[in-house]
Nanobody, 124 residues
């Protein structure tokens, strides 16, 4: 059984940075396609970034150049480094994982497992 636990959310001023973490547990979970999603109030959930088994990364256009997804297989942890944050980045951020085989790219993930979410609030 896969479990995902996010942390690292918080409140920052526009232009600030945050690093989200997602601790994963479960058999071979770090070989899954893993990604970050977000959902703002009144909006649909959207993919932010994805990372494949081999480390290949993809990003949503709205965050490209400001966000970096990475993982530490030894620590079973997924990260999302967010810089130059904007008020429109305010949302609940979720970690997610899709079992292989999968076409691991943002917007193409259909997760089997979700974390509980961590809130990011960016003020202007």
């Amino acid at each position: 059984q896969v479990q995902l636990v996010e942390s690292g959310g918080g409140s920052v001023q526009a232009g600030g940075s945050l690093r989200l973490s997602c601790e994963a547990s479960g058999y071979n979970v770090m070989s899954f396609c893993m990604g970050w999603f977000r959902q703002a109030p009144g909006k649909a959930r959207e993919g932010v970034a994805a990372i494949g088994r081999n480390g290949f990364t993809t990003y949503a256009d709205s965050v490209k150049g400001r966000v970096t997804i990475s993982k530490d297989n030894a620590k079973n942890t997924l990260y999302l480094q967010m810089n130059s944050l904007k008020p429109e980045d305010t949302a609940m951020y979720y970690c997610a994982a899709e079992r292989p085989p999968s076409y691991c790219a943002v917007g193409r993930i259909y997760p089997d497992n979700w974390g509980q979410g961590t809130q990011v609030t960016v003020s202007s």
